[in-house]
């Protein structure tokens, strides 16, 4: 059993990822890299405990990915998985508006397990990752909670509630990471901050996905202050999100819905913003932020369409 | 929501059971009496924690056995379960000896989580019997932890561990009963203690099923002071168990094996001692012992046979 997560060599990238986009992004740098080259950070504001279960839905969805069991259908869970052990949880009364299907369920029961045994949850990913293959290293971005809440005109709504139990349909308009300000950034991540050569923000919800991750104190400051290159892919095409709700955000939240406001949000912390190609119209405004765009096609549909993106933004690091 | 089990009218019969011959009994009680007649109070010294959840067997034998979800075939579990979540555990590195079914695991994870919150083991029988439809009050022997523990040629085991684990091939020398010194008789067992007509003792292991439930302080004293008729079900007949290892652990006890022992072991606490026509020859022994023999088809193959059984034992209540 691993006890703590280590890494053995300087990682070349550190990847920070959210939800379905980051996962693509973050598979496409794993298939392009050694092992131990990659560090993937993910978000836990999105964690919830259901049934007693201790779910990181973020966390596991990496984990799918990168172990080749996701349901590439569905963006969240595991391939043929079924629903059993949820269909009857119903027949003892139980709310069963969120979907977890019976292999996720023995990763949060394995997880909860661990947790209760007093194991930090960098402790708990790293073991449950390793059981299943992942030959990255994957961190979670705290092992203290942070809760993504927001303020919606059907009042606050815990992240998941909003997502898929309301089916992101209420109009937010604030983004709450409650915890965040005594969260301390999980000891991996933050060795990965200091040995990384390059960071790669996933296309991800900038306030659902990596808002939480940069809400964590000194985060944003290392990020600020990180030697190698700072590379973000935008979340934004052509006037909305490629997947999920972070344009609808944008605009409930009165900014502007497209590449620029992305870059307007990492102004501090990216050096290059990679566009894509229907935004090339977009790029000199970009420039002008005194971020470099990078015009491409970011659009993740094949294994061979996420190699060429990382391959591409792997370019950069030079 | 249920928060306590309570006994609206004075039930007839309190039937106490163990594993799949207890169940039997208890579906053919259930199946002859009114709802609210019955109480069965049922063996929880095999408890056991599994992947950090809180699996409670006879309990759940008797829950499915009543609500109509048991695998016949097996003795335990859900009829037509699947074992998804198992195997994604097993991924994980985990010991999965302990076969549990997807629709299994939901109830041991709604049990856990009830038990989280605060509740007795009492209150969250009551809520999932009731949830799946059980008529009958199904009560926990104590909802203090009792633990079935024995002494073997392999060393120490914990019930579960020698059941399924180690097929019951061990040779035990001791029965030991962890806790049961310092454990209470739940509150619906003392309730039904105090108030039913009729005492039934089904066809449990003396040892492993029954012995937990009459160690726990004062049930064997109030169990010979119980005014209404005590009739116990042999489990051995023509010399064996009719299922599991009571015969075997006999043996390994140096008792006979027979329902003649069965009346030894029962001799200050039974008033009828129900034996199989295959051991009728056995009948004046138990006479004489002050028992009266009653010799009827005690194999319960069928609804039939445990209705038949069921309807024979609740005529002597007169």
């Given amino acids: 059993m691993v006890t703590s997560p280590g890494i053995s060599s300087p990682p070349a990238v550190l990847a920070l990822a959210g939800g379905v986009g980051g996962a693509k992004l973050a ?62 949880l119903g027949k003892f009364g139980v709310d069963t508006w969120f979907n977890l299907g019976d292999r996720d369920f023995a990763t949060h029961i394995r997880r909860t397990q661990l947790l209760a045994d007093g194991k930090t949850l960098s402790e708990v990913t790293d073991e449950l990752n390793r059981s299943l293959g992942v030959t990255q290293l994957v961190v979670p971005m705290s092992d203290d909670s942070v809760k993504t809440v927001l303020a919606t005109d059907e009042g606050e709504l815990p992240m998941q509630r909003y997502f898929v139990g309301r089916r992101a349909e209420p109009k937010i308009s604030e983004v709450r990471y409650l915890g965040a ?5 999980a000891p991996g991540f933050q060795d990965a901050l200091a040995r990384a050569g390059m960071l790669v923000m996933c296309p991800s919800n900038p306030y659902l996905s990596l808002g939480p991750i940069l809400a964590i104190p000194a985060v944003r400051q290392r990020i600020r202050a990180f030697p190698g290159k700072k590379v973000c892919v935008s979340p934004i095409v052509g006037g ?79």
């Avoid at 300000?181 to 950034?185: C, E, I, K, R, V």
């Avoid at 119209?281 to 094949?302: D, F, N, R, W, Y």
Wanted: charged share 20%.
């Fill in 181 to 185: 300000d005594t969260a301390t950034a």
């Fill in 27 to 88: 598979l496409g740098l794993a298939l392009s890299l050694d092992p131990g080259e990659l560090v993937v950070c993910v978000n836990t504001g999105d964690d919830e405990t259901f049934h007693g279960l201790h779910v990181s839905p973020d966390l596991d969805t990496i984990m799918y990915t990168l172990s080749g069991l996701s349901n590439e259908e569905t963006g969240w869970g595991v391939a043929d998985d079924t629903f059993t052990a949820l269909e009857m």
């Fill in 240 to 318: 909305d999100a490629v997947k999920g709700p972070a344009g609808k955000i944008m605009a409930e939240l009165g900014k502007e819905v497209s590449c620029v406001q992305v870059a307007r949000e990492y102004l501090d912390i990216c050096d290059v913003l990679v566009i894509d190609v229907q935004d090339e119209a977009l790029a000199p405004q970009i420039q002008e932020m005194g971020i470099t765009p990078l015009v491409t096609s970011i659009i993740m549909k094949t294994s061979q369409d996420k190699i060429a993106l990382a391959k591409e933004i792997l370019t950069l690091a030079n």
